[in-house]
């Protein structure tokens, strides 16, 4: 039998960082132990080995039988791209929320102020939503934002052209205009460890064309986005994610996360969701 | 003047908010603190062996404490800062300074592990937080009786650029600062300062809007 929740892959540690020692953590409620054994990370359940893999930057696992292999991420073999593990944030908050804070525009302006958007350009225009049965995603298109500083290597405000893509229901993936190669899109992702319900820990990931930037900076300027998030994130009402309508109110610019809600509930995806409005 | 810099650092925020109030040049340095430990590695001990930010290095001067470097880029840049040349607004803005590493040693620690999983006695730092912000609360209160709406005086100084980060920051190691009016005026006062500048967590005050006219009533 499949379990849609215990059968995804989740992220739950950087690679990079396994030589430094044994990371003891949670997923789904559950004590795993990531290790490093013969040079390749491994996880274990009170004893069980898990099935894993190295990806993306990061260490993947699953506590069931995933029926399907880890989501593409075609760019992040492209030559020539920076990838930066920018490093978990710990959140007190519903994974699926982290989700869907990565997934909106509209508060830009007023958390991300003079960086991501600035008042008083706050309107979101009209974007494409989809869930695409063919690959079984929600994918966010002609998404169109005016940002003073939209990356660590844009110069000044510009116009900036996104796609969101949801390939598993903790991680997103956005595509957003590349100021250095414009033709090419830089991917930046949030990878979302569940450890419980209610907490999270969150492993941003990034593609990048840019060979000018420190990686510090980059890194920090991650970063910064992130933790301008993390206190309205631990905030919000109630915590639980409503896949049901009824307790709160979407407008058009809200429309990814609407696809987004509904997706996981046809996936019966409900880790971290409440089904029926409180 | 070189800062060596961790952007959601309170203590290296302390040093970037006071540059910005006194219009001293700052060059940053950003040090991978997280997730690269960049603090930890042999070229960074070798300017602080410590292994602590913020350093702050001018010419052949370093220094390594948030107390020393505040008092050095004021001195510099905007002497107003360090306080009226009197011995009890002097002796108030040390206490303060002095404050400042309590603050860091409780509640910078009780966030460092909430957020980032550094380890912490996190029972203690919340406690001994809590401690702490229950002093600051209580200064603020006699600031106010005496008529003063900063922690010195009438006026801001080191004290307050101390002290002000960790005690708005303290939620996000899971302090509440709900039971603190005086705290939360005090932040207020000090976020409408001209020149204030922000960082992750720390949000600008929202401008108000304009009054209303006879034509939009």
Known sequence: M??????????????????????????????????????????????????????YGHVWTSLGSP????FDIPEADQPGRRLVDVGLVRVKCSPLRAVENFLDIAHFPFVHTDILGAEPHTEVGRYDVAIRDEVDEVWATKVQFYQPQAAKSAAGGITTEYMYRVPAPTVSVLYKTCPPRPGEWDVITLFVQPLTETLCEVWPWMALFDDTTP?????????????????????????????????????????????????????????GAQLVAA | ??????????????????????????????????????????????????????????????????????????????????????????????????????LSASIGKARTHDMLQKPADIDACRKSGVTALRELEAALIEAHLRGDAFLAGHR????????????????????????????????????????????PGIHRLHELKPEPTGSSL
């Not at chain 1, 980059?218 to 986005?225: D, M, N, P, V």
């Not at chain 2, 602080?48 to 004021?74: C, K």
């Not at chain 2, 302090?175 to 500048?197: C, H, M, N, Q, V």
């Open chain 1, 2 to 55: 499949t379990d849609p929740i215990r059968d995804e892959w989740y992220p739950v540690a950087l690679v990079s960082q396994l030589p430094q020692g044994d990371r003891d953590t949670l997923l789904l409620g559950e004590p795993i132990r990531v290790t490093l054994q013969d040079g390749q990370p491994m996880v274990t359940a009170s004893g069980r080995v898990l099935r894993s893999q190295a990806r």
């Open chain 1, 215 to 271: 990686l510090t900076d980059l890194i920090h300027f991650q970063q910064t986005i992130f933790l301008q998030d993390r206190s309205i994130l631990e905030n919000q009402q109630p915590s639980l994610l409503p896949l049901d309508p009824g307790l709160e109110i979407p407008t058009r610019a809200d429309l990814t996360s609407v696809a987004y809600r509904r997706w996981l509930k046809r996936r019966g995806y409900t880790y």
């Open chain 1, 67 to 70: 029926t399907r292999p880890l």
């Open chain 2, 156 to 199: 801001p100084t080191l004290a307050d650029i101390a002290c002000f980060p960790h005690a708005m920051l303290a939620p996000d190691g899971g302090i509440s600062t709900d039971p603190y009016p005086a705290i939360r005026l005090w932040t207020r006062s000090l976020r409408a300062l001209p020149r204030f500048i922000e960082m």
């Open chain 2, 1 to 102: 003047m070189i800062l060596y810099d961790y952007i959601l650092s309170p203590d290296c925020y302390k040093v970037r908010l006071l540059a910005s109030f006194v219009g001293a040049p700052l060059e940053l340095r950003a040090v991978d603190f997280h997730p690269g430990g960049e603090h930890r590695s042999a070229p960074f001990l070798r300017i602080n062996p410590a292994g602590t930010i913020p350093v702050l290095q001018d010419s052949d001067l370093i220094l390594t404490e948030s107390a020393s470097i505040l008092t050095y880029v004021a001195a510099a840049h905007g002497p107003d800062w360090l306080g009226d040349d009197t011995p009890i607004m002097r002796g108030r803005v040390a206490q303060w300074l002095a404050f400042g590493h309590r």
